[in-house]
Nanobody, 113 residues
Framework: QVQLVESGGGLVQAGGSLRLSCAAS????????MAWYRQAPGKQRDMVAT???????NYPNSVKGRFSISRDFARNTVYLQMNNLKPEDTAVYYC???????WGQGTQVTVSS
């Protein structure tokens, strides 16, 4: 089972950008897809971006046009570029595989108004 380590979070003003990284301990090519999720305090963990092995991406309407997922098979790393951030994007962000495996520690993103 691969281990996932998220990084790149931080505090940013509304309208700003952040790029999150998810480094896997093993090959991500073997998985059907990779995904980013987020969980705000008191709320469920929701998917915010997925990318298939073939490169197809999918986003919920809440982030479509602002977030972009990509992956680097050579580095076994998945990225989430987040632009035009809003206070409601504040959450802990996690990545995971498909089929889903163990969760990493996540990375905190805080957007101030």
């Amino acid at each position: 089972q691969v281990q996932l380590v998220e990084s790149g979070g931080g505090l940013v003003q509304a309208g700003g950008s952040l790029r999150l990284s998810c480094a896997a301990s093993g090959s991500i090519f073997s998985f059907n897809a990779m995904a980013w999720y987020r969980q705000a305090p008191g709320k469920q963990r929701d998917m915010v971006a997925t990318i298939t092995r073939g490169g197809m991406t999918n986003y919920p309407n809440s982030v479509k046009g602002r977030f972009s997922i990509s992956r680097d098979f050579a580095r076994n790393t998945v990225y989430l570029q987040m632009n035009n951030l809003k206070p409601e994007d504040t959450a802990v962000y996690y990545c995971n595989t498909d089929p889903r495996g163990a969760w990493g520690q996540g990375t905190q993103v805080t957007v101030s108004s």
